[in-house]
């Protein structure tokens, strides 16, 4: 702990566990966390679930879990060179997908759009759900209990209603003040895999092009520079070595725009970073503007292109169908989800199913979806 910088996330000072436990014999505790995370089912599933491709659509697309540990890999190079937390910082980075639902986010709409009348649903407050009740391992209490610093990180966002229902976990939300630095580096972190990789898969599946590409900044810079180097490079690893000089610049100027604010700022503890007022994690104008900017062209040519729309609607058809089933004959589902479904109230009802519906995989919707259809 003392090649930490005063500002990072620290265990001995950290606001511990739901449930008190014996401390690890081997580990920090945050790498405790990060290896409850790791050998947690939710995280297993991941693999089979849509990041933008759906799972059947090829075998090299990423999904969520590659996308996890892509995040993973950015934050930990920030943490590091901040002087932050690594092992907390790759424990949100591991998790903050964990309540993700089939399908990506037109699972994520569809199923809000369905529990619209009974609170609606929103992945982070999912993941967190994931976390703190539904991963059923220990024998002592539910969930994984996971850290105050870890739990602080996966939920990135919170509504005031949700916010007050959470506790001391939600107050920031209440009070508008920041989470820890790990944390804000994993959002970041989230934003640049992202954006990297879908121009990766984008390509892959021929629904954006090179030319395309080259009217983005962050891009065509090094698409220029690249060519000037190897001109006679194929378009396999020319678009590869691309965008791991865009993932360079990105995080290269991440790491020293987020120095000059916390200079600027001088927080001498991690409570001063989440009463600093704003956010000291971020990217220099000039280059966040690129970011943005390449983020704008993959939504209207990629998540918008119709070959992507056509496959939208028919998750979002296979969704409604299996939560409307669902609610109207909650013996449908394994018999701990349907006991618990027929105990509350209807939104305690859809809140169960929602739980059963989000921790599926791809190919495991589609045959529950199958199976419905011919009873």
Known sequence: MADLAPYAANEENSRGRLYEEPAARYRGEYQRDRDRIIHCTAFRRLVYKTQVFVNHEGDLYRTRLTHSIEVAQIARTVAVALDLSEPLTEAISLAHDLGHTPFGHAGQDTLNECMRDYGGFEHNMQSLRVVDRLEAKYADFPGLNLMFETREGILKHCSAKNARELGELGERFLHRTQPGLEAQVTDLADAIAYNNHDVDDGFRAGLISLEQLRTQSLFGDQYDAVRALHPDLEDRRLIYEIIRRMIDRVVSDLIEQ?????????????????GAGRRLVEMSPEVYEQHVSLKRFLMKHLYQHEKK?????????????????????????????????????????????????????????????????AT
């Open 258 to 274: 987020t120095r000059r604010n916390i200079e600027a700022e001088a927080p001498d503890s991690i409570d001063a970073v989440r």
């Open 309 to 373: 729309l056509e496959m939208t609607a028919r998750v979002q058809a296979i969704l409604e169908d299996l939560f409307a089933s669902f609610m109207g004959e909650t013996s449908l589902m394994p018999a701990e989800f349907a006991n618990a479904a027929e105990e509350g109230d209807e939104t305690a009802r859809a809140r169960v199913v929602a739980d059963y519906i989000a921790g599926m995989t791809d190919r495991f919707a589609m045959s529950e979806h199958t199976r419905i259809r």
